[in-house]
């Protein structure tokens, strides 16, 4: 994760601006753009949300949580959101409405409470099987600027890769075919594989793909729908 | 910022000096007894500082065992560089899992070692300590063993800001010791998924140090290879974090 920082004369500014009031534990306002960077996938809705330290939406090398999984087989953020909300999150669902294309954006606004202190994104990735952009507990900048922070690809490791249409309830195999793709998504796979050998959340290894939209071993089209990462970009601007 | 430091370090250092110099230097102006019979002014022991770190290494990928993980304290320099050709230590490290020679290195200060390879998804925390104050430069390398030569770590990073319980954390991308044509091919591998030979040390590939372009796989049209779609892998391979514990 590499992390940016832009504008040093408002961050000096800014920086006097606090040091004059001497407070930098008040509500934030948070100006949001995460922007799909890849050419041929596209994210289910994402959810964002500010957060307490102590809590996460995902940790690497640790298991999936049961939200986590639902929203990396399926896009379905549902469990994700009620569990921020239970412990008292600042939570923005859906921005884009549905489907991030590739290339596109979606903006959007949170105000976090002082408590927030961590910021944190995830949805998943299509086509996939459990694939997911994501953030874990990036900490929110007391000093107003512009911060830009490049987002990867992780493998939920819940779900073989077997790259074919299927299912996006958890526990049933292969990927959930929303209308839009119903044409980019080849169909009559045989399986990449039918093995999971690590259920920890990981770098996802990418996509193997085929070019063969009827037939072959993979439904996901090699030339068009693999990734390198980063994959996403999140610009937040700290007002 | 190296020499900033070591400065600063030095300059204290003597500074100490002069000040027990100069209170020893009153005490014997005090005393003006003719009796008194000088004894040989001994130089105060200065107990060097020594620091201590904490390193976490993260395995990131889905099915890369990671070799034992060499870590290394040592002066201003980078143990290999984008460009260059990699040194013989690193070559072994980077084709066989081996670095036994990379710790052995004379420019090195302080050295520890993982007992043994750090599976995928699992962490491995090393503790290292020095009294050194010129180790103030961080080497961290592994081999991720099903390659024929891959590896991922960092070298040289000055790590003399660090404060007492500061953390500093990096994902770590993926190197080619460009030692060892990627031919994937049976022998060559050390890893679970061949079990080949590691080190040889003829140089058949660039013979530079670059970033690693991935694995290919049989799966994917390498026809000779002995991997599979499961031994692909992307950027991070490694999640590192430091803490200053002393």
Same mark, same amino acid.
């Given at each position: 994760?590499?992390?940016?920082?832009?504008? /040093? !004369?408002?961050?000096?500014?800014?920086? @006097?601006?606090?040091? @004059?009031?001497?407070? &930098?534990?008040?509500?934030?306002?948070?100006? !949001?753009?995460? %922007?799909? +960077?890849?050419?041929?996938?596209?994210?289910?809705?994402?959810?964002?949300?500010?957060?307490?330290?102590?809590?996460?939406?995902?940790?690497?090398?640790?298991?999936? &949580?049961?939200?986590?999984?639902?929203?990396? *087989?399926?896009?379905?953020?549902?469990?994700?959101?009620?569990? @921020?909300?239970?412990?008292?999150?600042?939570?923005?669902?859906?921005?884009?409405?549905? #489907?991030?294309?590739?290339?596109?954006?979606?903006?959007?606004?949170?105000?976090?409470?002082?408590?927030?202190?961590?910021?944190? +994104?995830?949805?998943?990735?299509?086509?996939?099987?459990?694939?997911?952009?994501?953030?874990?507990?990036?900490? !929110?900048?007391?000093?107003?600027?512009?911060?830009?922070?490049?987002?990867?690809?992780?493998?939920?490791? $819940? *779900?073989?890769?077997?790259?074919?249409?299927?299912?996006?309830?958890?526990?049933?195999?292969?990927?959930?075919? /929303?209308?839009?793709?119903?044409?980019?998504?080849?169909?009559?796979?045989?399986?990449?594989?039918?093995?999971?050998?690590?259920?920890?959340?990981?770098?996802?290894?990418?996509?193997?793909?085929?070019?063969?939209?009827?037939?072959?071993?993979?439904?996901?089209?090699?030339?068009?729908?693999?990734?390198?990462?980063?994959?996403?970009?999140?610009?937040?601007?700290?007002? | 910022? #190296?020499?900033?430091?070591?400065?600063?370090?030095?300059?204290?250092?003597?500074?100490?000096? =002069?000040?027990?110099?100069?209170?020893?230097?009153?005490?014997?102006?005090?005393?003006?007894?003719?009796?008194?019979?000088?004894?040989?002014?001994?130089?105060?022991?200065? %107990? /060097?500082?020594?620091?201590?770190?904490?390193?976490?290494?993260?395995?990131?990928?889905?099915?890369?065992?990671?070799?034992?993980?060499?870590?290394?304290?040592?002066?201003?320099?980078?143990?290999?560089?984008?460009?260059?050709?990699?040194?013989?230590?690193?070559?072994?490290?980077? *084709?066989?899992?081996?670095?036994?020679?990379?710790?052995?290195?004379?420019?090195?200060?302080?050295?520890?070692?993982?007992?043994?390879?750090?599976?995928?998804?699992?962490?491995?925390?090393?503790?290292?300590?020095? &009294?050194?104050?010129?180790?103030?430069?961080?080497?961290?390398?592994?081999? @991720?063993?099903?390659?024929?030569?891959?590896?991922?770590?960092?070298?040289?990073?000055? !790590?003399?800001? =660090?404060?007492?319980?500061?953390?500093?954390?990096?994902?770590?991308?993926?190197?080619?010791?460009?030692?060892?044509?990627?031919?994937?091919?049976?022998? %060559?591998?050390?890893?679970?998924?061949?079990?080949?030979?590691?080190?040889?040390?003829?140089?058949?590939?660039?013979?530079?140090?670059?970033?690693?372009?991935?694995?290919?796989?049989?799966?994917?049209? +390498?026809?000779?290879?002995?991997?599979?779609?499961?031994?692909?892998?992307?950027?991070?391979?490694?999640?590192? $974090?430091?803490?200053?514990?002393?």
């Amino acid at each position: 994760m590499k992390v940016i920082k832009k504008s /040093p !004369i408002k961050i000096a500014l800014s920086a @006097l601006t606090l040091a @004059l009031v001497s407070s &930098t534990t008040m509500a934030q306002e948070l100006s !949001i753009t995460v %922007t799909n +960077l890849t050419q041929g996938l596209h994210f289910t809705p994402v959810v964002t949300a500010a957060h307490s330290s102590d809590n996460h939406i995902f940790m690497l090398s640790e298991m999936a &949580t049961t939200e986590l999984q639902t929203m990396a *087989e399926g896009g379905d953020i549902s469990g994700l959101v009620s569990m @921020l909300t239970n412990a008292d999150a600042n939570v923005n669902e859906n921005p884009a409405s549905g #489907l991030l294309a590739p290339s596109m954006s979606a903006s959007f606004t949170l105000t976090n409470d002082s408590a927030n202190t961590h910021l944190s +994104l995830a949805a998943m990735i299509l086509p996939s099987n459990d694939g997911f952009v994501g953030l874990d507990s990036w900490t !929110i900048p007391d000093t107003a600027g512009t911060y830009t922070v490049f987002l990867n690809a992780y493998d939920a490791g $819940t *779900e073989a890769n077997n790259e074919l249409r299927g299912s996006g309830a958890i526990g049933e195999a292969g990927m959930p075919v /929303p209308p839009p793709l119903e044409a980019s998504i080849g169909m009559n796979g045989t399986g990449i594989t039918d093995m999971e050998s690590n259920d920890k959340v990981h770098i996802h290894r990418g996509s193997l793909g085929d070019d063969d939209m009827a037939a072959g071993k993979s439904d996901i089209n090699n030339s068009v729908q693999r990734w390198l990462n980063p994959i996403a970009k999140l610009t937040i601007t700290v007002q | 910022m #190296l020499t900033f430091n070591t400065y600063k370090k030095m300059n204290h250092k003597i500074s100490h000096q =002069l000040l027990v110099a100069s209170i020893l230097t009153v005490g014997l102006a005090a005393c003006n007894d003719n009796d008194y019979t000088p004894e040989a002014v001994v130089p105060p022991v200065v %107990t /060097p500082m020594e620091y201590s770190y904490s390193i976490t290494l993260t395995n990131l990928t889905y099915a890369q065992p990671l070799s034992p993980i060499a870590v290394s304290l040592h002066g201003d320099s980078k143990m290999w560089q984008i460009g260059q050709a990699a040194s013989v230590p690193l070559e072994k490290l980077s *084709e066989s899992g081996d670095n036994s020679d990379f710790l052995a290195l004379a420019t090195n200060m302080a050295t520890t070692s993982s007992e043994g390879p750090v599976p995928p998804g699992t962490s491995v925390t090393l503790n290292i300590s020095t &009294t050194e104050s010129m180790a103030n430069y961080l080497t961290v390398v592994t081999m @991720l063993v099903n390659t024929n030569d891959a590896f991922s770590g960092l070298t040289g990073v000055d !790590i003399s800001t =660090l404060e007492l319980n500061q953390e500093k954390s990096w994902r770590l991308n993926v190197y080619d010791s460009g030692t060892e044509k990627n031919d994937e091919a049976a022998g %060559t591998i050390p890893g679970p998924a061949d079990g080949g030979v590691g080190y040889d040390s003829a140089r058949n590939d660039t013979n530079l140090v670059g970033y690693h372009s991935g694995v290919v796989s049989k799966d994917d049209g +390498l026809s000779s290879s002995v991997l599979t779609q499961a031994h692909r892998f992307d950027n991070p391979a490694v999640k590192l $974090t430091i803490t200053r514990t002393k």
